[in-house]
């Protein structure tokens, strides 16, 4: 079983920067994995990107590419959210999920994980 703990969310006036971080434990990782997800009030979380970690391909949605770096520290068994010139409408709580065996073209559905961390907030406002 993976747990996951998100940290990192708080509050970033627009254009600015903030960088999440999920340390994982209790699983191999190299079977997983891991990406972020967020969810708006009263809509779908959707998901942000992703990180394989057996061969550290990574996976982005194209409302973030260009903005957004999915990166780990393989010692530490922890990804980050490098996240930039942020816009109100990345005003989310964002989750870390961890998936096994996930082949890359289902990286970005929610079906295919199974661990979840508790969220944390990110808002975006001046």
């Known amino acids: 079983q993976v747990q996951l703990v998100e940290s990192g969310g708080g509050s970033v006036q627009p254009g600015g920067s903030l960088t999440l971080s999920c340390a994982a434990s209790g699983g191999t990782l190299s079977d997983y994995t891991l990406s972020w997800f967020r969810r708006v009030p009263g809509k779908e979380r959707e998901f942000v990107a992703g990180l394989r970690w057996r061969d550290g391909h990574t996976s982005r949605a194209d409302s973030v590419k260009g903005r957004f770096t999915i990166s780990r520290d393989k010692p530490k068994n922890t990804i980050y959210l490098q996240m930039r010139n942020l816009n109100s409408e990345d005003t989310a709580v964002y989750y870390c999920?961890?998936?096994?065996?996930?082949?890359?073209?289902?990286?970005?559905?929610?079906?295919?994980?199974?661990?979840w961390g508790q969220g944390t907030q990110v808002t975006v406002s001046s």
């Open positions: 999920a961890a998936g096994p065996r996930l082949i890359v073209s289902s990286i970005p559905r929610q079906s295919g994980y199974n661990y």
